[in-house]
């Protein structure tokens, strides 16, 4: 058994090399140059703030440079490598890949949703960690952190598991926190739907709410700018395009999935490395193109560094 088992761990393809290397920053390649936002970007200021606070917690990715043997290429890690370089760091310490594949961790998670980052914060404030340490290694006032922490009080277990990996921000919480469950989870729903979160849309579907479906529902609705008649238009048009929606549903599920399986293959070509650098050489302008693809939120959220 024992020797079976040995034949079957040796076989087991790892990701990584077992051990890190510690490396010059400056023979660090990047595989891409980063926008001319990205050091003005909340990201980047969260890293340089938790670099700054605890260090560098997840490694960078690289893998020797076939061409240039004294180099390596940046797989994973473009906003830490920057990070560091702006703190004058010499070296770091990186992840050696067994292969040139950017397959990297951020690629393979969403970004992280407001859900998930409340949770993260009271875990951490259950293990005894302050909310001064935490705001300084999220680039964040305590007052932020604060709000954080009360994200989900008084909204529905079963709103909260339709948005729990969704990007609704603190502003659709108001927002459902002044509706009754139920209508917090049509509202939920609605949101999922149309893919869509921003502050305007969620206002107009407090606005499209009926009185009933309110916690105060004695009181008056009101919302600034939009006067009892134009939320009681409000209300109906809410109620036919939840109707279309629904009819839509099975075509846009179709769609959808050629849009992701698309999306998936060009994330999948960029992600190697002799690929790009063909890309970059010959059609840089096909480059351009197929980053704006694989980017795409609206089919696929992710948060490549």
């Not at 051990?19 to 595989?31: K, S």
Request: net charge neutral; with cysteine; glycine share 4%.
């Amino acid at each position: 058994m024992k020797r079976g088992a040995d034949k079957r761990a040796a076989s087991v393809n790892h990701g990584f090399e077992d051990d890190c290397v510690t490396l010059p920053i400056d023979v660090i390649l990047p595989l891409r140059t980063l926008g001319k936002s990205a050091k003005s970007s909340r990201k980047y200021r969260q890293i340089v703030a938790s670099i700054a606070q605890i260090g560098i917690v997840e490694p960078p990715v690289v893998v020797p440079n076939p061409d240039k043997s004294a180099t390596w290429l940046l797989l994973d890690g473009h906003l830490r490598i920057e990070a560091l370089k702006d703190d004058g760091v010499q070296e770091v310490e990186c992840l050696v890949s067994t292969d040139d594949e950017a397959f990297t961790y951020n690629r393979q998670v969403s970004r992280l949703a407001p859900i998930q980052e409340h949770r993260m914060i009271r875990k951490a404030i259950e293990r005894g960690v302050p909310e001064e340490k935490i705001a300084a290694a999220l680039d964040l006032g305590t007052r932020s952190i604060q709000k954080k922490i009360k994200l989900l009080d008084g909204i529905s277990e079963e709103a909260i598991a339709i948005l729990k990996d969704k990007p609704a921000t603190g502003a659709v919480f108001d927002a459902l926190r002044k509706m009754k469950t139920m209508r917090q989870i049509e509202a939920a729903e609605l949101l999922v739907n149309a893919n869509n979160y921003s502050v305007a849309y969620v206002k107009a579907i407090l606005a499209g709410t009926p009185q009933a479906q309110l916690v105060e529902s004695s009181k008056p609705k009101k919302v600034k700018g939009i006067t009892p008649e134009a939320m009681a238009r409000m209300e109906q048009e809410l109620a036919r395009l939840q109707e279309g929606i629904a009819s839509i549903q099975d075509t846009y599920g179709q769609d959808h999935l050629h849009l992701t399986v698309i999306k998936a293959y060009v994330s999948r070509l960029l992600g190697n490395a002799r690929v790009v650098r063909y890309l970059m050489q010959t059609r840089p302008e096909f480059l351009s193109e197929f980053q704006t693809i694989a980017e795409l939120d609206s089919v696929m959220p992710a948060d490549a560094e």
